[in-house]
Every structure is written in C-alpha cells, then in structure tokens.
C-alpha cells in the first residue's frame, strides 16, 4: 500500500528528482512560463505553490525557507518583490497547466506550466510624430 507516500518519482534517484525539481521551480519563477512532460508539470505545480506561498508571508524567516529550495538569489528577489504580491488577494492555484502536444522523439504527453497572473509584455513605445 502507497500511504502517506506523496509525488512522483518520475524514473529518477531521489537526489536527481530533487535537483531536477529545484532547477525547474527556479526557471519557472524567472521565465513565468516553461514546457515539460505532464508529470513533472503536475509534480512541478505541488512546489512552486509552496514558494510563492512563502513569498506572500514577506517574512525573514519565509525568504530564507524559499532560498533553501530556489536556486538563486535573483529569482528569490523576483519571487518576493513581483511575482507573490500579484497573488497577495488569491487563496491558492498560483500555476496553471496547458497541455500542448506530444514530443516528437518519445510521444512524451508536454505542457505548458504557467504563472495564472504573468506579468503584462512589456509593450515598445511608439515613436511621437
């Protein structure tokens, strides 16, 4: 029986899985949006909700627990100065999951995982004439 045995383990070593994790919490929270396999979508979402989570709490102790899992310095900055404060008045479902197509090498199911509030493009100003 599988009780209390929670996520994935996407055919990988617990160290890898956890690396792999951290990596793509990181990209996500840089880039706002990112491709990959289904399941490491699904697994991915468990995570970055947890980071922006600690991020509305604008705590010391908060930003500390989000730099033990993110990678850098710059996304964590990111992460609590722009990307939770869009999400300071939602209670939770932070990501969204697009599922976009099959890879062509393996006919592995992809999707897009995407921040649900991203920031506006920045749009060019046009020349006054």
């Known amino acids: ?21 951290r990596n793509m919490v990181t990209s996500l ?9 289904d399941a490491k979508a699904k697994e991915l979402r468990r995570w970055v909700d947890r980071m922006i989570t600690l991020g509305k709490k604008q705590t010391v102790a908060a930003r500390r627990r989000a730099r033990a899992y993110v990678r850098t310095d710059e996304a964590v900055s990111k992460l609590f100065a722009e990307v939770a404060p869009r999400f300071a008045n939602r209670p939770g479902g932070y990501t969204r999951i697009i599922k ?3 890879r062509h090498g393996d006919a592995a199911p992809m999707s ?13 100003e046009k020349a006054a004439s």
């Open 1 to 21: 029986m599988r009780h209390l045995n929670a996520g994935r383990k996407l055919s990988r070593s617990s160290s890898h899985r956890k690396a792999m994790l």
């Open 100 to 102: 976009v197509a099959q």
């Open 29 to 37: 929270i840089m880039h706002e949006r990112i491709q990959t396999t």
């Open 112 to 124: 897009i995982i995407e921040l649900t509030e991203r920031a506006a493009p920045a749009t060019p």
